[in-house]
T-cell receptor
Framework: ELKVEQNPLFLSMQEGKNYTIYCNYS?????LYWYRQDPGKSLESLFV?????AVKQEGRLMASLDTKARLSTLHITAAVHDLSATYFC????????????FGTGTRLTIIP | KAGVTQTPRYLIKTRGQQVTLSCSPI?????VSWYQQTPGQGLQFLFE???????NKGNFPGRFSGRQFSNSRSEMNVSTLELGDSALYLC?????????????FGPGTRLTVL
C-alpha cells in the first residue's frame, strides 16, 4: 500500500525566512501534486510534477521531484504572511489502483 | 468557466440517518472523485466515477456509495450514519481522471453527525 509522509507536520517561521517541506512516498511514482488548503476551505492546486527532476516555481514557492529518491520538496523563499496555510502533497502510484494518496499535510504559520 | 460546485455546503444529521451529497463538475470534465477529510485520518479517497461507471474505490465500508449521471454530475450517499462520518467531503473533477489530468476541487460539504 502506498504511504505518503510529510515533514514537518507543523512549521512556524518568521517572515522573510526560507524553509523546505519534504514529501516522501513508499512506491514507484512519477506523478506528484502539491495542494494548499486555507482553514475551512477546499484544496487549491499548486503544482503538478510528472517526471523525475521536474521543477516548478510560482512566486515564492518552488516544488521539485526526485523519483529515484521518492522525494518531493516544496521550498518557500522569503516567506510572507499570505503563505500561512496547510500544504499537502499527493501521489499516484505507477502500479495498481490509480488513486490519489495524500500526505498528512504540513501546517505552515508565518509569524510577522 | 464555473468551478466545481457541491451542495449542500453544510449538513447536520443524527446517527442512523442517511445523507446524499451532490457534486457538479467543471463543464466538460468526465471524471469525478470523492474524498473524506477528518482531523484524525486526513484526506482519504472514497471513489472515482468516469462516464457513469465507478472506476476506482477506496477502503470505505459499503455504507458509502455513489453514482454518476450522464451529465457527469455525481452524488454520494452515506447510509446508517455514524459519529465518525462527521467530516468535510470534497469532490474533485478532471477531464479524464487524475492519472491523466489535473484535478480541481469543490468547496466541500461539511457533514456533522450528532
Amino acid at each position: 500500500e502506498l504511504k505518503v509522509e510529510q515533514n514537518p507536520l507543523f512549521l512556524s517561521m518568521q517572515e522573510g525566512k526560507n524553509y523546505t517541506i519534504y514529501c516522501n512516498y513508499s512506491t514507484t511514482s512519477d506523478r506528484l501534486y502539491w495542494y494548499r488548503q486555507d482553514p475551512g476551505k477546499s484544496l487549491e492546486s499548486l503544482f503538478v510534477l510528472l517526471s523525475n527532476g521536474a521543477v516548478k516555481q510560482e512566486g515564492r514557492l518552488m516544488a521539485s521531484l526526485d523519483t529515484k529518491a521518492r522525494l518531493s520538496t516544496l521550498h518557500i523563499t522569503a516567506a510572507v504572511h499570505d503563505l500561512s496555510a496547510t500544504y499537502f502533497c499527493a501521489v499516484i502510484s505507477n502500479f495498481g489502483n490509480e488513486k490519489l494518496t495524500f500526505g498528512t499535510g504540513t501546517r505552515l504559520t508565518i509569524i510577522p | 468557466k464555473a468551478g466545481v460546485t457541491q451542495t449542500p455546503r453544510y449538513l447536520i444529521k443524527t446517527r442512523g440517518q442517511q445523507v446524499t451529497l451532490s457534486c457538479s463538475p467543471i463543464s466538460g470534465h468526465r471524471s469525478v472523485s470523492w474524498y473524506q477529510q477528518t482531523p484524525g485520518q486526513g484526506l482519504q479517497f472514497l471513489f472515482e466515477y468516469f462516464s457513469e461507471t465507478q472506476r476506482n474505490k477506496g477502503n470505505f465500508p459499503g455504507r458509502f456509495s455513489g453514482r454518476q449521471f450522464s451529465n457527469s454530475r455525481s452524488e454520494m450517499n452515506v447510509s446508517t450514519l455514524e459519529l465518525g462520518d462527521s467530516a468535510l467531503y470534497l469532490c474533485a473533477s478532471s477531464f479524464l481522471g487524475v492519472q491523466y489530468n489535473e484535478q480541481f476541487f469543490g468547496p466541500g460539504t461539511r457533514l456533522t453527525v450528532l
